[in-house]
Structure formats: structure tokens, C-alpha cells
């Protein structure tokens, strides 16, 4: 993990802490702060974008954007930096149908009363952890308020029935990363994004992808465990299937998640089985689906012969 920490920069600095001092508040936030998995494969790629995140940390931009391909570890890097810096993780999908109240706080009917409420968000941005808000091309129009004040003016503002909305301020040790994937809705606002300083998250290079998914694998199943070396070939799969995507032949993004399944049901369960699992990928529309899966079998077969006539009778 040291490369990593050097790359956060958390040897030279550290974010400011909470002192709170209620003893349950303590337990609580210190609960949240994750522990570093050891599984993880901070490669080329994980590196660069460390520095980035330590890098707006430490000049108090207080925000940051990342997109990119689902899969390529947006996430596992966010909950690696909060366990290095021992900062809690606070990670919520921003799509449609969220409750405000829930989240930001509000007036609530409780037992036929209304009651002022503290949301979730707000109760772990008052004391300072590492927000993660993911999905953000998803969001109704009142999320986009939200994320404005936090991102722009560092606060949560809590809307009340009885008088002025409150406005809280953001604790210094709080910072907001945000994350959304561009094939899917809209790109942010433009205002937003010059808030963000987004950072695009490639995918890893062919070489860090099979080193992580042979940490993974070893990870989930000892009895699946293979060297980088004996991975190569399901990478190569991989970036064939991607850009079999970029052509519009397939439904769904051959991610790290695809990659790692794939890869776990050869081990396990024999090459037919891995290779019906990426039948998901395929085309769902009429008159598609069979085209798809013959695009599909082509590109299989060009790294494992023997999957020909595995999707397509």
C-alpha cells in the first residue's frame, strides 16, 4: 500500500479531523472509516488517479469529478484513499427516487407529528468524511441543487415548512468526490463540472487489469488463484469485446466485473459456462439479439477456438 499512500501524498499531509466528543458520534464515525483491502492493486493507472484526488485535497478544492467505464475501480480507489487517510466513507447512488429528507433532512411526519430531521449526508459532511456520490447523470432537478451547494458552497441547505431553509457548512475534513459513467444520461452541468475539475478514469492497461483480476480471484477463492501470467488471454478477450461495444453490438460495457466473472467460471466451472455468461452482453431487441450473439461467438472464438457454436446453435 505504500505506493499508494505516496501517491495520495497522505505521507506528507493528512486531512483535518473531527473532535467531536459525544461518545456515540465517535463510535459512530469511526465505525465508517474502512479498512484497506488487501486484495487491491493500485497499478499505473490507480496511481495517477490518487494523485489527482490527494493532489485537490490538499490545495482545499474540497471536490472532485471522476468518470469513466463501469468496472474500471472508481470506487475501490475512493475506499482505499479513506483507509489510508482513516477518513469515514460515506458512498450513495444518486438516481431518481431518493428521499430528500432522508438524505439532506427536512420537515417529517413522525407519529402525527412534524419533526425537523438531520439527514445522512448531511450528518457525515457536518463531521468530516469522504462523500461519494455515484450515478450523478441520473438526478432529478432538485439533486442538481444539491450537489451545487455542496460542491460550490461547501453546505448542506435543509429545507423547513416552519421558516428560512438552514444552511450547514461542510466540515474541512469533508471532501465530495463524484462519479458518473458518460454512456449513460447526461454529462453534468457545465458549472458544476468547472467546480469539479473532472478527471476521466481510463480503464487499465492490459497488464494491471490481469494483475487485478488474478488479486481478485485469489481473493474470492484460493482454489482459483492463477498467476498474471495465465490471465493475459481474458484481458486480450476483453479489449476485443470493448470495442465490439464501441461498434453498438452490444448491450452492455464488458467491464472488470464481466472480466472477473468470466475468468472465475473458466477456473471453476469449464470455458461453456464462462462463455454463456457473456451471452448478458448481447443485443436485447428483435431481430438484434441473434446478430449480437454471432458478433459476440466471433470475437470469443478468435482467443478460445473451442467456443465456437457455444452461443449460436
Not at 27 to 39: K, M, R
Not at 196 to 204: D, I, M, R, S, T
Not at 215 to 226: E, K, M, N
Amino acid at each position: 500500500m505504500q505506493p499508494f499512500a505516496e501517491a495520495l501524498g497522505a505521507t506528507r499531509w493528512e486531512p483535518p479531523r473531527w473532535d467531536g466528543s459525544d461518545a456515540q458520534e465517535r463510535a459512530i464515525w469511526e465505525s465508517a472509516v474502512p479498512q484497506p483491502d488487501p486484495a487491491y492493486v493500485p497499478g499505473q493507472v490507480q496511481l495517477m488517479m490518487a494523485a489527482h484526488l490527494g493532489l485537490r485535497w490538499r490545495l482545499g478544492f474540497g471536490c472532485m469529478g471522476i468518470y469513466g467505464s463501469p468496472g474500471t475501480g472508481k470506487n475501490a480507489l475512493l475506499r482505499e484513499a479513506a483507509a489510508v487517510w482513516r477518513v469515514p466513507l460515506f458512498t450513495v447512488d444518486l438516481s431518481a427516487g431518493l428521499d430528500l429528507v432522508e438524505l439532506v433532512g427536512g420537515t417529517a411526519l413522525l407519529g402525527g407529528s412534524t419533526v425537523e430531521r438531520v439527514g445522512k449526508i448531511t450528518w457525515w459532511a457536518q463531521r468530516g468524511a469522504l462523500l461519494a456520490l455515484n450515478e450523478i447523470q441520473a438526478v432529478e432537478p432538485s439533486m442538481q441543487t444539491l450537489l451545487h451547494d455542496l460542491v460550490a458552497e461547501r453546505r448542506v441547505v435543509i429545507p423547513s415548512l416552519d421558516g428560512s431553509p438552514q444552511g450547514i457548512r461542510l466540515h474541512p475534513g469533508t471532501f465530495v468526490a463524484v462519479t458518473w459513467n458518460p454512456f449513460q444520461g447526461r454529462m453534468p452541468e457545465p458549472a458544476l463540472l468547472s467546480r469539479l475539475g473532472a478527471v476521466e478514469f481510463p480503464q487499465p492497461g492490459q497488464a494491471d487489469e490481469a494483475k487485478i483480476l488474478s488479486s481478485r480471484l485469489a481473493a474470492a477463492d484460493a482454489g482459483l488463484a492463477r498467476p498474471p501470467a495465465e490471465l493475459v488471454r481474458d484481458v486480450a478477450l476483453f479489449t476485443d469485446l470493448r470495442q465490439l461495444y464501441d461498434q453498438q453490438e452490444l448491450a452492455l460495457f464488458p467491464d472488470m466485473r464481466f472480466a472477473l466473472n468470466f475468468a472465475a467460471h473458466r477456473l471453476a466451472a469449464g470455458l461453456p459456462a464462462a462463455v454463456r455468461t457473456l451471452g448478458a452482453l448481447a443485443l436485447t431487441g428483435a431481430g438484434e439479439r441473434q446478430r449480437s450473439l454471432r458478433q459476440l461467438e466471433r470475437v470469443i472464438a478468435a482467443h478460445y477456438s473451442q467456443a465456437r457454436g457455444v452461443l449460436v446453435a
